[in-house]
């Protein structure tokens, strides 16, 4: 697994998309109006934050926010990559009013 990308709960990749999503969603109901900016403003803050750890690796941050209902929400992902230096994270926020689920993937940059 990528050095860069920890299954931890308590990594800290983990931590700095945690911050990014409570950041912008913290306190906030859901509001279709929003959805834009705010999954616009957790990638551009979780890429900017991976960058500034300075490692060798190009990123994809994907960012999908739903309102809660009954139906739930579900996601899935699959990669063909080097398991030894390649990886991929998912971290899951939620309120009472909305879903929020942030996929990173790290793809090392072999020179």
């Not at 983990?14 to 403003?41: F, K, M, P």
């Not at 690796?57 to 739930?72: L, M, P």
């Not at 230096?85 to 309120?95: A, I, K, M, P, Q």
Request: proline share 1%.
């Amino acid at each position: 697994m990528s050095p860069i990308i920890h299954k931890s709960r308590n990594s800290d990749t983990n931590v700095i998309w945690r911050y990014c999503v409570d950041g912008v969603l913290g306190g906030e109901d859901y509001n279709h109006n929003n959805i834009n900016q705010w999954t616009a403003s957790i990638v551009e803050q979780s890429l900017t934050h991976l960058v500034k750890l300075g490692k060798a690796y190009k990123y994809i941050v994907t960012c999908a926010v739903v309102q809660k209902s009954a139906y739930g929400f579900h996601t899935a992902s699959s990669c063909f990559w080097d398991t030894t230096s390649d990886g991929t994270c998912t971290v899951r926020w939620e309120n009472r009013t909305m879903n929020c689920i942030v996929n990173v993937f790290a793809i090392a940059i072999v020179l």
